[in-house]
């Protein structure tokens, strides 16, 4: 017999799983130096704060406040949560007029002794959907 899973099962078994004590992510608070490319604009860099949520953490998940500067752009701000090396992130432009916001997927690595994370992100209504890259360094 086929067994089939949907992906709310799965998510649901992994929620479940996730009651046992699980080791805390690491903690990738900090200050970060960005350099991206957006599919409508081109190449950008940005500085990211992200500053943990002791608060909103638990069993291995760790939840973040998040803050985007990009020159010429502006502010963005949003949200973010990990589990070991993911790191998912909402964001938006203080300016709601563009429609400029979206959802990121990041993968946290180290590269020369620091913290880097390399993100892929989809914006659904800006300029009829857009997409980009970023990778961020923390100082």
């Known amino acids: 017999m086929k067994h089939r899973f949907t992906f709310a099962a799965l998510l649901l078994a992994g929620a479940c799983s996730a009651g046992a004590a699980t080791p805390a992510s690491p903690d990738y608070s900090g200050v970060y130096d960005c350099k991206g490319v957006d599919k409508s604009e081109g190449p950008y860099t940005a500085t990211v704060n992200l500053d943990a949520v002791p608060a ?7 939840s973040y406040n998040f803050k985007m500067d990009v020159p010429g752009y502006g502010i963005y701000r949003g949200q973010a949560v990990s589990r070991g090396n993911q790191l998912a992130i909402h964001f ?4 709601p007029g563009p429609k400029d916001f979206g959802t990121g997927l990041a993968t ?13 992100y989809y914006e659904p209504e800006f300029k009829g959907g857009n997409h980009g890259t970023e990778t961020c360094m923390r100082r």
């Open 56 to 62: 909103q953490s638990e069993n291995g998940w760790r």
């Open 92 to 95: 938006a432009l203080d300016d």
């Open 108 to 120: 946290v690595s180290t590269r020369g002794g620091r913290t880097t994370y390399t993100k892929f």
